[in-house]
């Protein structure tokens, strides 16, 4: 495509992330750098997740979060305990590996927790998390707050 559009003197780095095969795919071509904020979040991921009980924290929440996108009759009910706990009525966010987006998906179970923990005790479909999980997930959003 460089060629055929007639760039391939008009390109004089890539911005890349780091993944070995993009390395690998920029390293005859032209000169590369690896972008920092994928570098940080890759870092962060490393050195947060590395840790069991954030990693067991995060795939509770994955596992609450995605009984709601895989059941509309779930849903349906944690909508009705949302207004009976006066809260928005918002769709909890799944996360994806990959992305930054784990701090969206415990903000949304944080600002959605008592109509979770509702739906627990009148379902108990989910296992909804402990009064010390809440708080780490609630540390652990101030601590990605930040990127």
Not at 89 to 100: G, K, S, T, Y
Not at 119 to 139: P, R
Request: with cysteine; charged share 25%.
């Amino acid at each position: 495509m460089v060629n055929e559009w007639g760039l391939q003197s008009k390109i004089f780095l890539v911005l890349r992330d780091n993944a070995a095969n993009m390395i690998r795919a920029m390293r005859d071509q032209y000169e590369s750098v690896g972008c920092v904020a994928h570098t940080l979040q890759l870092v962060i991921k490393q050195a947060l997740f590395s840790e069991n009980e954030i990693k067991d924290l995060v795939k509770k929440c994955r596992k609450i979060v995605g009984h709601f996108h895989h059941s509309e009759p779930a849903t349906r009910k944690l909508k009705d305990c949302q207004k009976q706990c006066g809260l928005p009525e918002h769709a909890l966010v799944q996360d994806i590996d990959v992305r930054w987006n784990s701090t969206l998906m415990l903000q949304r179970l944080l600002e959605q927790k008592n109509a979770v923990n509702l739906y627990s005790v009148e379902h108990g479909k989910i296992d909804s998390l402990q009064s010390n999980e809440w708080v780490i997930a609630k540390n652990l959003t101030s601590v990605l707050s930040f990127f």
